[in-house]
Structure formats: structure tokens, C-alpha cells
């Protein structure tokens, strides 16, 4: 039997702790560790069971969820973080992706798309919703017009780029793998050399770049 995926949730409501324990665990390969209903007791819990992935609530007293993320990545070999967040939280998102969050979910998500979410986390992949990549865009990036490719960009193939555009509509490896008609292992070795060409540490900041430079537009299939 393989290895369950260990899930920290840490959110300061007690139903939706409760509510995401009994989706993640019906799904068989996941197990919810610990949970946590402030940022500090999250940083504790996080030390303490060490998960693969912590799912992480942005407002949370005593301490917030994304200054609650940054502590806890500051350690060796931290584990995956998953922001949950809702529509009226857009001025929060563009610093998650700077502290290091690995994925965004919004809190209402459908059960397949949580579980979906905690299985990517715990491959290295990432989920993003495609509505809060687009509304973080609208709200915090202006509209780059570069004129021919940015020198950030100049050493990523022509498929490297196609990918990282896909990266920044908010497809996952399977999805991307899908839309290329590739197989997802090389998919996954495209997604590599990008996060290295690029020096970034994951996939998200990945998209910021992808936006910030002018790759990828507000029109996500521009």
C-alpha cells in the first residue's frame, strides 16, 4: 500500500476543518494529521506531525495564514502550502505568491477539486484556480507590451514557452500534458527546466513572471 499524503488544515473555522477532514480522508491516499485554528498553532503543528501538504486559511487570529506560510518556509525541506482563499481576498494573493505558497484554492472549491489540489501539492505540481489567476492579474499586474521576447525569457524553447503559458492559464502537469498531446512525465520535465531557466522556486512565481514580463496577457488564451 503506498504512502498516504499526510494534510495539515489549518483554518479557524471549526465546520470547514471538519468539513475538509471528511473529503480529504474519503478519498483513500490522504490523511489529515493535525489542524490548527491560528497561524502560530499551524507553525507548531507544522514542526510537530511534519505533512506533506498544509492547507492554509489566509485570516486566522493571532497570526495570518500568509505570514504563518512565510515562517514555516523558512525552515529545511518545508512542506507544501496551499492557500484557501475567497473572491474578497485579492489584496492578500499577490503576497502569497511572493512568500512562497504553492497554490491557491478558494474555499467553496468542489470536493474533487480539493482533493485534486492536495494530490498535486504532494507531487510538486500545483493547482490554481484559472478565475483567481486571472482576477490577481487584473488587480496587481500592469499590462506588459514588450517588444520582442524578455530577456527573462530569451533561454526557454519555443515548447518551454508554450507550457509556461499553459502553467499561467492554471492547467496542472495532467491537464498541460493533455492540451499538448504529450505524455505528463514530459511535461513535468519541461515544467523543471522552466523553474531553473527562470530561477524561481516553483510553478506560481513561474506565473508571475509569465504576466509580468508580458508572455502571458490578461486574455489567459491571448
Given at each position: 500500500m503506498s504512502k498516504k499524503i499526510r494534510v495539515l488544515v489549518a483554518d479557524d473555522q471549526t465546520l470547514v476543518r471538519t468539513g475538509f477532514r471528511v473529503i480529504l480522508e474519503a478519498a483513500g491516499d490522504i490523511e489529515v494529521v493535525a489542524e490548527a485554528d491560528t497561524g502560530n498553532e499551524a507553525i507548531r503543528q507544522a514542526q510537530l506531525v511534519e505533512p506533506d501538504v498544509i492547507l492554509m486559511d489566509i485570516r486566522m487570529p493571532e497570526l495570518d495564514g500568509l505570514s504563518a506560510t512565510e515562517e514555516i518556509l523558512r525552515h529545511p525541506d518545508p512542506p507544501t502550502i496551499v492557500v484557501l482563499t475567497t473572491f474578497?481576498?485579492?489584496?492578500?494573493?499577490?503576497?502569497?505568491?511572493?512568500?512562497?505558497?504553492?497554490?491557491?484554492?478558494?474555499?467553496?472549491?468542489?470536493?474533487?477539486?480539493?482533493?485534486a489540489a492536495v494530490r498535486a501539492a504532494a507531487t510538486g505540481d500545483s493547482l490554481i484556480e484559472p478565475s483567481i489567476i486571472q482576477r490577481l492579474v487584473e488587480r496587481f499586474v500592469e499590462p506588459a507590451q514588450p517588444?520582442?521576447?524578455?530577456?527573462?525569457?530569451?533561454?526557454?524553447?519555443?515548447?518551454?514557452?508554450?507550457?509556461?503559458?499553459?502553467?499561467?492559464?492554471?492547467?496542472?502537469?495532467?491537464?498541460?500534458?493533455?492540451?499538448?498531446?504529450?505524455?505528463?512525465?514530459?511535461?513535468?520535465?519541461?515544467?523543471?527546466?522552466?523553474?531553473?531557466?527562470?530561477?524561481?522556486?516553483?510553478?506560481?512565481?513561474?506565473?508571475?513572471?509569465?504576466?509580468?514580463?508580458?508572455?502571458?496577457?490578461?486574455n489567459p488564451r491571448g
Open positions: 474578497d481576498q485579492n489584496e492578500y494573493i499577490y503576497r502569497a505568491l511572493r512568500v512562497g505558497a504553492a497554490g491557491f484554492l478558494l474555499k467553496d472549491a468542489p470536493s474533487t477539486r480539493l482533493i517588444k520582442g521576447l524578455p530577456e527573462e525569457l530569451t533561454s526557454l524553447t519555443e515548447r518551454e514557452l508554450d507550457v509556461l503559458r499553459l502553467i499561467a492559464r492554471g492547467l496542472s502537469n495532467a491537464e498541460i500534458a493533455a492540451e499538448l498531446v504529450v505524455a505528463e512525465t514530459t511535461v513535468k520535465t519541461h515544467v523543471a527546466r522552466i523553474l531553473a531557466k527562470l530561477g524561481v522556486r516553483d510553478r506560481v512565481q513561474a506565473v508571475v513572471v509569465a504576466y509580468e514580463t508580458g508572455c502571458v496577457t490578461r
